[in-house]
Each structure stands twice: as structure tokens, then as C-alpha cells.
């Protein structure tokens, strides 16, 4: 290895293209970007002639308009600025990792980790033993709840007792 050159690399900054290039463009031509294209023009035009509709009738004498007419393009707006950072995200390509993630030339072959979401665990629980009270209504209460928690699809009307 060179002496100029850092002895730490990261992977994602050689695999990903530089931004603005065309490889980099290529990106936003998938069939889930086109769909994303198409719904921002359609929502964009569509905000734009409703405010337009709503200045309309304000001019004509609906006072309450106005504030539809200014909140129309507001809207048209955003949709613009979401659709721009989602297209910025994307031509940069994923986070460059930190400092802490970054790898050395013997280790460049390890994947970053990623979490995974997996099945919840069942824990069975056993239920503490409450002595029986000299009340007959607590005490058949207790055998009730303690039934439910042994059964846990059961309804209560499945209760034997």
C-alpha cells in the first residue's frame, strides 16, 4: 500500500456512484421511481388547479376562499420539497458510516449488521399460589382468573366453573 494513501477505506463510498452522473440517475428510472414521478406531477398539478379554482371563487365573493387559494399551493409545495429529498437521498446513495464503522483493508470483506425482526418469544409463566380466602367470592374469583391466565385463547364464557 501506498504511503499517501489512508490506511482506512470505507465500502460504500466504492461502491456507490458519485452523485449526478449517470449511473447515478439510473437510480430514479425503476418502476417505483416512475410511479413516484407520475404521483408528484399529478398531485402538483392537481394542487395548483385547486388553488387556482379557489382564487376564482374568491374574487367572486366567497371571502372563506382565500385562504384556500394560499393553502392549495402550500400543499403543491410540499409535495415538491418531499419528492426533492426523497431524489436527493437516493442519488446519495446510503449513510457513509461513521467513524466507528469505518474498515481496514484486512477486514473489508464484513457486512454490516442489520437488524432483524423476528418472531416474539412466548414466555410461560406459572401462576403464584394464593391461599383460599375464608371468602367463598374471592376464592371463586381467583380459581376464574387463574383459569384465564392457563388459557390464554379461551373467552370467558368458555369458564367452566
Same mark, same amino acid.
Given at each position: 500500500?501506498?504511503?499517501?494513501?489512508?490506511?482506512?477505506?470505507?465500502?460504500?463510498?466504492?461502491?456507490?456512484?458519485?452523485?449526478?452522473?449517470?449511473?447515478?440517475?439510473?437510480?430514479?428510472?425503476?418502476?417505483?421511481?416512475?410511479?413516484?414521478?407520475?404521483?408528484?406531477?399529478?398531485?402538483?398539478? #392537481?394542487?395548483?388547479?385547486? #388553488?387556482?379554482?379557489?382564487?376564482?371563487?374568491?374574487? #367572486?365573493?366567497?371571502?372563506?376562499?382565500?385562504?384556500?387559494?394560499?393553502?392549495?399551493?402550500?400543499?403543491?409545495?410540499?409535495?415538491?420539497?418531499?419528492?426533492?429529498?426523497?431524489?436527493?437521498?437516493?442519488?446519495?446513495?446510503?449513510?457513509?458510516?461513521?467513524?466507528?464503522?469505518?474498515?481496514?483493508?484486512?477486514?473489508?470483506?464484513?457486512?454490516?449488521?442489520?437488524?432483524?425482526?423476528?418472531?416474539?418469544?412466548?414466555?410461560?409463566?406459572?401462576?403464584?399460589?394464593?391461599?383460599?380466602?375464608?371468602?367463598?367470592?374471592?376464592?371463586?374469583?381467583?380459581?376464574?382468573?387463574?383459569?384465564?391466565?392457563?388459557?390464554? #385463547?379461551?373467552?370467558?364464557?368458555?369458564?367452566?366453573?
Amino acid at each position: 500500500m501506498p504511503a499517501n494513501q489512508p490506511a482506512t477505506r470505507t465500502r460504500l463510498s466504492e461502491r456507490a456512484p458519485a452523485p449526478g452522473t449517470l449511473e447515478a440517475m439510473k437510480r430514479l428510472w425503476t418502476p417505483a421511481w416512475i410511479v413516484r414521478h407520475v404521483a408528484m406531477v399529478v398531485l402538483v398539478v #392537481g394542487f395548483l388547479g385547486l #388553488g387556482w379554482w379557489q382564487l376564482s371563487r374568491a374574487a #367572486g365573493g366567497n371571502p372563506i376562499s382565500w385562504g384556500y387559494a394560499v393553502e392549495w399551493p402550500v400543499f403543491a409545495g410540499f409535495v415538491v420539497f418531499v419528492w426533492w429529498r426523497e431524489v436527493r437521498q437516493e442519488l446519495r446513495g446510503p449513510e457513509a458510516p461513521g467513524p466507528a464503522a469505518e474498515t481496514t483493508e484486512s477486514s473489508a470483506t464484513v457486512e454490516p449488521t442489520r437488524l432483524a425482526v423476528r418472531r416474539p418469544v412466548r414466555v410461560s409463566r406459572t401462576a403464584a399460589t394464593v391461599p383460599d380466602s375464608n371468602d367463598p367470592e374471592l376464592t371463586a374469583y381467583n380459581r376464574y382468573l387463574r383459569w384465564l391466565t392457563d388459557n390464554p #385463547g379461551a373467552r370467558p364464557g368458555d369458564y367452566p366453573g
